[in-house]
Nanobody, 125 residues
Framework: QVQLVESGGGLAQAGGSLRLACAAS????????MGWFRQAPGKEREFVGA????????YYADSLKGRFTISRDNVKNTLYLQMNSLKPEDTAVYYC??????????????????WGQGTQVTVSS
């Protein structure tokens, strides 16, 4: 089992940047694929991006490619999301998640087994 705690959220201006972090407990972080999701008010939780256990492959929502970058540090048991050129529509609660089974879908939130509590990102225009 793994526990996930996000941090780094806050208020940013349009065009600005934020870096989110997700600290994981337990010794198995390096074996999990990790993902970021977000949920805006009144909307479904949506896929932002994911990274394989060894950081060998990255996946992003098409609409976010080029602005968001996912990385991980398996020594520090931490997942990151660098968000640049922020837009007001990026306002949401951002969640990190861990996926145990490699064969499950990468973009489907139902495929992820462990979730953090979320961190609020608000982008002002």
């Amino acid at each position: 089992q793994v526990q996930l705690v996000e941090s780094g959220g806050g208020l940013a201006q349009a065009g600005g940047s934020l870096r989110l972090a997700c600290a994981a407990s337990g010794r198995t972080f390096s074996s999990y694929m990790m993902g970021w999701f977000r949920q805006a008010p009144g909307k479904e939780r949506e896929f932002v991006g994911a990274i394989t256990s060894s950081a060998g492959r990255l996946y992003y929502a098409d609409s976010l490619k080029g602005r968001f970058t996912i990385s991980r540090d398996n020594v520090k048991n931490t997942l990151y999301l660098q968000m640049n050129s922020l837009k007001p529509e990026d306002t949401a609660v951002y969640y990190c998640a861990a996926k145990v089974k490699a064969t499950m879908s990468t973009t489907d939130k139902a495929a992820y087994d462990y979730w953090g509590q979320g961190t609020q990102v608000t982008v002002s225009s």
